[in-house]
């Protein structure tokens, strides 16, 4: 089976060839013109997409050596993502589903990303543990199949990624700041500076980040009114990171263990973080929990994900035929069940 997945929820625009559960061709556009607003400017990015669409769908196509007449079907992103954004690529795939006669198959986003792992990795079997980590999303599932899963925890205010990156701002970094304060961290000290682990204790998997930025924010008004001195960058960032790292981790190997669960994946753009990926090794070898981190292509937004839910979707639909392209995108996000 031969699919092409669009992806385009936020700010980056993502075409891939997906076939027997592997990438053919992921090609990404990533809109780096929203540095300089400080954050992404949702009309900006859905015209932005409009741009590169065409192009960098007929890359896909080429690097996979794939023409049209050769898919079996399409997918696309519809949810949770910037509406007009969503509007651009799921238009895009219900043209080329009309003009092609191609079933089209609708994906959310965060369950892309939550199978993400499993796309490099045909070891990983269910039931594993899922984190999802970015700059929109912080959530915890447990997840049974390709189509089964709970809610284990959500974030109650930023995500993660937001975190770093408002906090990333305060210390003087471009938008996005978290490849930044992961840079500067590198030569830190994380023990310098005692930030607190939000939630850490609270018994459930719900993460809450927004008292970190507001701790960081009185931390650096009350130690360096006068800015923060070029020698502590380093230390700040490293101790501002241990203490996201430390919740995001603690909190995934304590479901983990909950559940007597041995393998555990993380995904979405802060699963780039160095620490997070060499902590979340460390700590879950010491459990005899394998962890898994997918290639950077894979853990920031991208169509490969997509993709690769879809096929799944449509060999486990009981006959579903994907023919119908009255869907709808949304913003919605994931709720925990009650
Ligand atoms: O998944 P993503 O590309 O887009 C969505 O938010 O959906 O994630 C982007 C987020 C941003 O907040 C960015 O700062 C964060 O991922 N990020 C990182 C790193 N690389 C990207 N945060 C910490 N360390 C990194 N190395
Ligand atoms: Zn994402």
């Known amino acids: 089976m031969k699919i092409l997945a669009i992806?385009?929820?936020?700010?980056?625009?993502?075409?891939?060839?997906?076939?027997?559960?592997?990438?053919?061709?992921?090609?990404?556009?990533s809109q780096y013109f929203h540095a300089k607003y400080g954050g992404i400017v949702p009309?900006?990015?859905?015209?932005?997409?409009?741009?590169?669409i065409s192009e960098i769908t007929a890359q896909a196509l080429d690097k996979s050596n794939t023409s049209i007449a050769d898919l079996d079907a399409l997918a696309?992103?519809?949810?949770?993502?910037?509406?007009?954004?969503?509007?651009?690529g799921s238009n895009y795939a219900k043209g080329l589903a009309l003009r092609y006669g191609l079933p089209l198959v609708p994906v959310n986003h965060i369950e892309g990303h939550i199978y993400s792992g499993c796309?490099?990795?045909?070891?990983?079997v269910f039931p594993f543990i899922s984190l999802v980590v970015s700059g929109g999303h912080t959530a915890l599932?447990?997840?049974?199949?390709?189509?089964?899963?709970?809610?284990?925890?959500?974030?109650?205010?930023d995500a993660a990624g937001e975190a770093f990156d408002k906090i990333a701002k305060l210390l003087g970094f471009d938008?996005?700041?978290g490849p930044l304060i992961d840079k500067h961290a590198k030569q830190g000290n994380e023990k310098a500076y005692d930030f607190p682990r939000s939630m850490m204790n609270s018994g459930?998997?719900?993460?809450?980040?927004?008292?970190?930025?507001?701790?960081?924010r009185y931390f650096l008004q009350r130690e360096f009114p006068g800015g923060v001195p070029a020698e502590k960058i380093s230390d700040i960032a490293a101790s501002v990171q241990a203490a996201i790292v430390d919740v995001l981790v603690g909190k995934t190997l304590s479901a983990a263990r909950k559940y007597s669960i041995n393998q555990v994946v993380i995904s979405g753009g802060v699963s780039a973080n160095s620490s997070l990926r060499a902590k979340l090794a460390e700590r879950a070898a010491k459990y005899g929990i394998k962890s898994y981190a997918p290639?950077?292509?894979?853990?920031?937004?991208?169509?490969?994900?997509?993709?690769?839910?879809?096929?799944?979707?449509?060999?486990?639909?009981?006959?579903?035929?994907?023919?119908?392209?009255?869907?709808?995108?949304?913003?919605?996000?994931?709720?925990?069940?009650?």
């Open 175 to 177: 938008y996005p700041g």
């Open 141 to 157: 599932f447990l997840v049974k199949s390709y189509s089964d899963y709970d809610i284990l925890g959500l974030t109650r205010d």
């Open 204 to 216: 459930d998997y719900n993460f809450s980040f927004s008292g970190l930025k507001t701790s960081v």
């Open 43 to 52: 009309e900006l990015a859905s015209r932005a997409h409009i741009r590169v």
């Open 295 to 338: 290639s950077m292509s894979y853990c920031v937004d991208n169509a490969a994900m997509i993709g690769f839910l879809a096929e799944k979707k449509l060999l486990e639909s009981s006959g579903a035929n994907f023919r119908n392209l009255k869907f709808q995108v949304g913003a919605t996000a994931l709720r925990a069940k009650k």
């Open 7 to 29: 992806e385009s929820s936020c700010d980056d625009t993502s075409a891939s060839v997906i076939s027997d559960g592997s990438a053919l061709s992921n090609v990404i556009s």
């Open 119 to 124: 796309l490099e990795h045909s070891e990983i």
């Open 76 to 88: 696309v992103t519809v949810m949770p993502g910037l509406i007009g954004s969503l509007i651009v």
